[in-house]
Structure formats: structure tokens, C-alpha cells
């Protein structure tokens, strides 16, 4: 049943836009990292249209933000949602597309005075990028219940600050228990992130999951000593350790089909160009849509390490920064993504995810199901980061149509 909603999309691009102006960066991207005074703007910013709306706005423990427009009758809320948070060189889309596509969804209800049987929430996920603190996804780690605040509370970022004080100081330590709104379904609007649609012309993709995640951080402990002075056979050259595991990293994705690695941190104690490392940490972000392959992976990385830690004579920490399985998401609605993109004469292929999202959080909870329009040029992360305002329409409106159904079903 192909409805007639259909959203408001010079509005939607101008908010898309208007979020993308908070945190925004010279290169032309945005950079509003998880509970720094940017994510704090954001917020505000966000809650205001909430409430421009008319909507129910609640704040909970982890700063979760829900926009809730109350259906006539009580029940689970069909829900959308992403997050606002963005990676250090983040764009202008990754997160927000799927956020400003539910407020344009609530906006657009508002217009033409429709109230669904059931309510419709919007949720803005805390820290979903996991670039300051970690796990990533973390807000919707505890919505569903697999964290608790306390347990996150506690995180520190690079520097030290303390994820709980963080949030206390931008004021989004809410009063609701993460998870307070019960879920008859879950969709989120992204973009894909990769090369995959605009490469093979397709407007929409039906995302049946997200590929298993594994973010590893290992702290290897040399000895300072002069770079001029020091026979190289006496080094205990935390950063020759590190180098190597990189490279074994890479050459493991040659070797297990879908494997992916990627050494994004090295931090050098003390950073002297004449001193041999005392410490270096690094992490390696591996992933693979099949979960046995990904723990193989692991598993040689973590042997070879220590391995090389004992040969170059420095010592080794491993720890866990962020495990997500594979998670697929629900075949009925992903039908529905397929069907609705059809109908409104889009071109639609299923898909995995490569990115972690919130849903595949959510989709431990409800029947959950993602939307992705095509990333030009397979760019994200970046501040380059672009998607076509036809394709993001096109998108928001197979939200609109699916998430209207279900909130009425
Ligand atoms: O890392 C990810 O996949 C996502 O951007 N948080
Ligand atoms: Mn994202
Ligand atoms: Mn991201």
C-alpha cells in the first residue's frame, strides 16, 4: 500500500543543512564530536525543532534525546532515528540525514494534521561514532539494555575526561531510563558510506544488517632511550611493534575473505623525534560480515602481537574496545524498504552494512530496518562526505511512507 505522505524536501535539505552549520568546518564538513560544547549546540538546536513540533521531548541517563508525537492510542512507538554525533573529519550527513528525515517526517504530519494510531518517536542517539568514547553506539548500546549508565559513565576519553561528567556539563544526563519507550518497530534513514549504490546505480539500498565489529586497543610498553646513542639490537622499540602489527593486520584482510583492518590511532609517548618510544597505543578496528572469520582474524592479530612484544622486548596490554556480532535486521520490513522504494519508482538493491549503526542496536529489541542513499564517490568520515538532495528525498520519503504504515498498522 503505497501512501501518499510525502515529506517537505526543499525543507528537509535547508535543516539537513542548518544542523550541518553547527560544528560546521572550513573543508566544508562538521565536526561535532560525542558531549563537546559542538554536540552541545547540536543538541539544543535539536530539542528546539523538537519542540517547534509540538513534540514530547524527553532527555534519558545517557542523553538519548525522543521527540515523541503521541499517536491516539497507547501502545509501542514505531521509532526513528540516528545520531548527531560526528567522527573528528565527519560530513554532513553520516547521523544527521536519518535525524533531520524524522523531524521532516513529524513536520510534514504537523502540515497535513495527521495523527497516527501510534506514537512516533524521533531519537538521537548519544555518541554513536565511539571516536571520543567507547563502544561506539554507545547511547543505543543502553537503550537496549546491554550497558548500563553507570557502566558508561565511566569511560574516559583520550585525555582523560570522564564520559559522565561530560555529560552532566553540556546537561544532558536526563531524568528517563534508557529503553522507557517500548518499540513496535525501528528505521533508520543513512547513507551507505561506501561505493556500492552509486557505483551500481542504484537511488535506494534495503539494508538486511550490519557486518560483525571488533575494535581492539593495544598498549605496547618499551624503554625510552637516545635515537643517536642506542645500538639498534638494545632497543625495546615500542614503535617497531606497533608497525609490525599494522602491517600483519593487512596482510591478514589479503588472506580472509571480507576481512577489514584499520590502525586509525597511534599515540607515541614521549613523541620525541631522538627517543626511542616509551609507549605506544594504537587500536585496530576489524570487521567482517561473517562473525567465525572475524574472530580468526582476531586471533591470529592477537597471537602475532604478542609474539613480536616478546621479540622486541616490550610489554603488551590488549583491551576491548567495542564487540558487536553481525546483526541482521527484520526480512518483513526489509521487503517493505523494497516494495516502497519500487513504488516510488526508485531503483533498490539490498545491501550490508559496512558501518555500525544504532539499529543494529534497536534490532535486538524490535523488528528493525534501514534505509541507504548512495554516498558520491564512496566518501564518508570525511568532510567531502556528499549525497544528492533527489537521492536524500528519495530516501526520507520511503522512511515517510514505511514508518507512517507501521505507526498505523
Ligand atoms: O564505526 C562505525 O561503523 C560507525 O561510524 N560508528
Ligand atoms: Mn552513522
Ligand atoms: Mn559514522
Not at 564520559?163 to 544526563?173: A, N, P
Amino acid at each position: 500500500m503505497a501512501s501518499n505522505i510525502r515529506i517537505n524536501g526543499p525543507r528537509l535539505f535547508s535543516t539537513l543543512m542548518d544542523l550541518g552549520s553547527i560544528g560546521a568546518t572550513p573543508e566544508g564538513g562538521c565536526r561535532r564530536m560525542a558531549l563537546t560544547d559542538e554536540d552541545r549546540l547540536g543538541r539544543n538546536w535539536l530539542a528546539a525543532r523538537m519542540r517547534d513540533l509540538k513534540l514530547d521531548v524527553r532527555v534519558d541517563a545517557v542523553g538519548n534525546i525522543v521527540g515523541i508525537l503521541k499517536g491516539q492510542e497507547e501502545g509501542p512507538a514505531v521509532i526513528v532515528g540516528s545520531h548527531i554525533d560526528t567522527v573528528g573529519t565527519g560530513g554532513r550527513y553520516d547521523g544527521a540525514l536519518g535525524v533531520i528525515a524524522g523531524l521532516e517526517l513529524m513536520a510534514t504530519l504537523r502540515d497535513l494534521g495527521l495523527t497516527p494510531k501510534r506514537d512516533l518517536a524521533l531519537i538521537a542517539f548519544t555518541n554513536e561514532e565511539g571516536a571520543r568514547f567507547h563502544p561506539d553506539m554507545l547511547g543505543s548500546v543502553v537503550w537496549a539494555g546491554a550497558k548500563s549508565p553507570e557502566q558508561v559513565y565511566a569511560e574516559r576519553d583520550a585525555e582523560g575526561f570522564v564520559l559522565g561528567e561530560e555529560l552532566e556539563k553540556i546537561g544532558y544526563k536526563g531524568a528517563e531510563k534508557p529503553g522507557f519507550l517500548k518499540a513496535r518497530a525501528y528505521f533508520e534513514l543513512h547513507i551507505e558510506q561506501g561505493p556500492v549504490l552509486e557505483q551500481e546505480g542504484f537511488g535506494i539500498g534495503a539494508v538486511t544488517g550490519v557486518q560483525a565489529i571488533t575494535w581492539l586497543e593495544f598498549t605496547f610498553t618499551g624503554q625510552p632511550n637516545h635515537g643517536g646513542t642506542t645500538p639498534m639490537k638494545y632497543r625495546k622499540d615500542a614503535g617497531l611493534a606497533a608497525a609490525r602489527v599494522n602491517l600483519f593486520a593487512h596482510e591478514v584482510t589479503q588472506r580472509i575473505e571480507g576481512q577489514l583492518a584499520n590502525m586509525g590511532v597511534i599515540r607515541v609517548e614521549p613523541g620525541n623525534v631522538n627517543v626511542v618510544p616509551e609507549t605506544v597505543i594504537c587500536t585496530l578496528d576489524l570487521r567482517n560480515p561473517v562473525d567465525a572469520l572475524l574472530d580468526k582474524a582476531e586471533a591470529e592479530i592477537r597471537a602475532y602481537a604478542q609474539d613480536i612484544a616478546e621479540k622486541a622486548g616490550v610489554g603488551l596490554a590488549i583491551r576491548d574496545l567495542a564487540r558487536f556480532p553481525s546483526q541482521p535486521f527484520d526480512e518483513r520490513l526489509i521487503a517493505r524498504v523494497e516494495q516502497a522504494a519500487k513504488a516510488h519508482g526508485h531503483s533498490v538493491r539490498r545491501i550490508v552494512s559496512g558501518a555500525g549503526h544504532d539499529a543494529q542496536m534497536m534490532a535486538t529489541l524490535c523488528p528493525t530496518a534501514m534505509i541507504f542513499v548512495p554516498s558520491i564517490g564512496g566518501l564518508s568520515h570525511n568532510p567531502k562526505e556528499f549525497s544528492t538532495e533527489a537521492d536524500i528525498i528519495a530516501g526520507a520519503n520511503v522512511l515517510a511512507e514505511i514508518a507512517w504504515e507501521e505507526a498505523n498498522a
